[in-house]
């Protein structure tokens, strides 16, 4: 018997195919595949239980409360709960080990039944952990640059300290606003491709800010490391290109001298907090491709998905399931493309045959 995680769009998927005998799936299900009713109610006889993450109970209760489609939230529940009688399948919610950010399914169902969603007791912690993994993914991608730029070269601790203080004040205070906009205003309505847009805003004026400080100081002790200023004050479009000009992409620096940065600055998160290998593991999986060129180099998706890998952690889940009696071994069903390819060539809780049991590849 099998354990399997469920992230976000696969709780929608298997909604559908039990509630919709499938309809609307075939095209969104990581292209190439389509799902086989018949295989996936076999599927579904092999496994023991389904466990869903707190981050994806909080997406689906984000996307019926944007819909405006409060029964949504009812009729995942109770798609839960016909697992449950027809399959015999028990459903656990893997909470994270920070209180504030545990979702209760009981306050939520009386909730419902009054009629009255807190909205903000269930966004506001949400909010707060995600602005501070992005800006923690910021910091990360600003202090892997520096060491590229300025290699072997020491700042001064009161200067990388003035530095971070100023920047973290002014892209925290960004960030917040931002997602409060998404979350909470209702009139306004973001799009998530228009927060994705204001993302890369806050990181490239984070970015460069940055890197005018700290060359103005560097100037001044090692005059002959310091960057053109026409570079270092280069209005870009986007924080892709404007690395692309500070580095000199292709002459000065390479993607190797990158990576061996971006795997040093990890290393030093690593060393200094209580950080899970997955999680490590995820955030060079988001940061090795920053000089590729692509248009946005974080995602707001990004840091919701970074939430459900800090459930994969043996140190969360094990734990959590640990009082349910349950010992096989877990297993991820995701089809969030990002996900699944960090899932598959990381092996982390990755099975292909899982997928092969219940989705037929076309053509």
Known sequence: ???????????????????????????????????????????????????????????????????GEPDLLLKYNELTQRYKEMYGIDIFILNPGEPELKFDQKQLAEDLKRGLIQTELYIKPRIEREVNLMQGLFITLIGTISDVVYKDLEID??????????????????????YNQYYLDEELKMSIDDVDKKIDEILLDSTRNTFIFINAKMSEEYPESSIEDAKVSFNADSTSEYLRVLLQLGTKYTQNDYLVSLDKTLNEIRSRKDFDETEVAYFRYLLQNALN???????????????????????????????????????????????????????VMYDQTIYNQFLSEIG
Do not use: W
């Open 1 to 67: 018997m099998k354990q399997v995680i469920l992230d976000t769009n696969a709780v929608r998927y298997f909604y559908q195919i039990e509630c919709c005998n499938g309809e609307g799936v075939q095209d969104k299900v990581m292209k190439k595949y389509h799902f086989d009713k018949q295989k996936y109610i076999q599927f579904l006889r092999t496994v023991s239980s389904i466990n869903i993450p707190a981050t994806t109970k909080f997406e689906l209760f984000f996307q019926a409360y944007r819909k």
């Open 293 to 347: 060129g692509a248009k946005r180099i974080v995602h707001k998706n990004d840091i919701a998905d970074y939430t459900i890998i800090t459930m994969l952690s043996e140190k969360v889940t094990f734990r959590a399931l640990e009082g349910n009696g349950k010992k096989e071994e877990l297993k991820l069903i995701t089809f969030d493309k990002k996900m699944h390819e960090f899932s598959k060539h990381n092996n």
């Open 157 to 178: 601790e009161n200067v990388a300290g003035l530095i971070s203080g100023l920047i973290c004040s002014q892209m925290y205070s960004r960030l917040y606003d931002l």
